[in-house]
């Protein structure tokens, strides 16, 4: 849902526990996700052959190194506006989290309706975009800030009750210091 543009090129890394397991279901999870966008009856059986057809090159990297998470996968995709990337952890048995957006440190479970923004990070932001949905009786269930330095570029990830009408979204474009948003669901 963030990656943008046609799709050129799909990277798989897998740590820790992740690239002990056969990554055949993993990828053709991960390319069932992409794929959709081009075809609904998609799965993750006939993913992968969808993706050859449409000329991606597909890479599925096992690292051996330990890191920070017990098990950890990165999704990287190349796109004519560039590469975009994610990351995501499984906390215990079955909580999976949201841990890199773009190369930003966020914690966050993907649940239903979220919003993703990339702003400014500057005094008053939290409490514009709260007023703002709060304006509209948008209540936020979670609420995850991550950034790469003091006054940078900074990313936010919440999430919402309800699916976010288009009105709202164009509203929290307009905030200042709000360089995107958009509207996840899961």
């Given at each position: 849902q963030l990656a943008h543009g046609n799709l050129t090129k799909i990277s798989i890394e897998r740590e820790g526990a992740a690239a002990g397991l056969n990554g055949k279901p993993i990828t053709g999870a991960v390319l069932a996700g992409f794929m959709r966008r081009?075809?609904?009856?998609?799965?993750?059986?006939n993913a992968p052959y969808l993706a050859k057809e449409r000329g991606l090159e597909v890479s599925d990297v096992r690292h051996e190194r330990e890191g920070i998470y017990q098990t950890l996968l990165r999704v990287t995709v190349a796109t004519e506006q560039g590469d975009r990337s994610v990351a995501g952890t499984l906390f215990g048995t079955d909580s999976p989290r949201l841990v890199?957006?773009?190369?930003?440190?966020?914690?966050?479970?993907?649940?239903?309706?979220?919003?993703?923004?990339?702003?400014e990070d500057a005094p008053g932001f939290i409490g514009r975009i709260g007023t703002l949905l709060g304006e509209h009786d948008i209540n936020i269930g979670t609420f995850h800030l991550g950034r790469r330095e003091a006054g940078g570029e900074a990313t936010l990830l919440l999430s919402v009750d309800a699916p976010i009408p288009a009105e709202v979204i164009k509203q929290a474009c307009a905030l200042e210091g709000v360089k995107l948003a958009i509207p996840l669901a899961f």
């Open positions: 081009y075809s609904e009856s998609v799965n993750m059986v890199e957006i773009f190369g930003v440190g966020i914690e966050a479970a993907l649940e239903g309706h979220m919003l993703y923004i990339v702003n």
